[in-house]
């Protein structure tokens, strides 16, 4: 297997690895179109799983002319470069169930989705026939259940 195969294999398990958090947790998922936040048990270079928080972005270096996808793995907050390419492009879009796609989520009008989207995209280049990177989330989309809180603690 070649570098860049496992690094893009880095951010394909990350997002099929993505959990939701509960509603008020800190870890809820959080994208825009250059980056995004959330609880995967896929963390790259790390122990797969243990539900760790991942920051996922597409940084410039002017210098370079190169744009670099890194993910900083919480709370090592030590970015992880895992792929590059030219120029200062590269986005990030997020599929619902129905395959639209959207530049951010949660998108920003009304709608009610799950915490999670259904995939994620990464788009590196500006040109139509630059690469595509798909990934799809594989477990529960939406916050988990508190029992306890819903029903009450027994004997209560």
Request: glycine share 12%; hydrophobic share 40%; proline share 8%.
């Amino acid at each position: 297997i070649g570098r860049r195969q496992m690094q893009t294999e880095w951010f394909r398990a990350a997002v099929q690895g993505l959990q939701p958090d509960s509603e008020g947790g800190r870890g809820k998922f959080q994208g825009s179109a250059r980056r995004f936040s959330g609880l995967t048990i896929a963390a790259p270079a790390d122990a797969e799983g243990a539900v760790r928080a991942v920051r996922w972005e597409i940084v410039f270096d002017r210098q370079a002319n190169r744009s670099t996808l890194q993910a900083t793995v919480v709370p090592a907050d030590k970015p992880v470069p895992v792929l590059e390419w030219e120029g200062d492009s590269g986005a990030f879009e997020y599929l619902d169930d129905g395959g639209r796609r959207y530049d951010a989520w949660p998108p920003p009008f009304g709608a009610r989705l799950p915490q999670l989207p259904r995939g994620v995209a990464l788009k590196m280049g500006t040109k139509p026939d630059d690469t595509v990177l798909y990934a799809v989330a594989q477990g529960s989309r939406d916050a988990p259940v508190d029992l306890v809180r819903m029903l009450g603690s027994p004997g209560s």
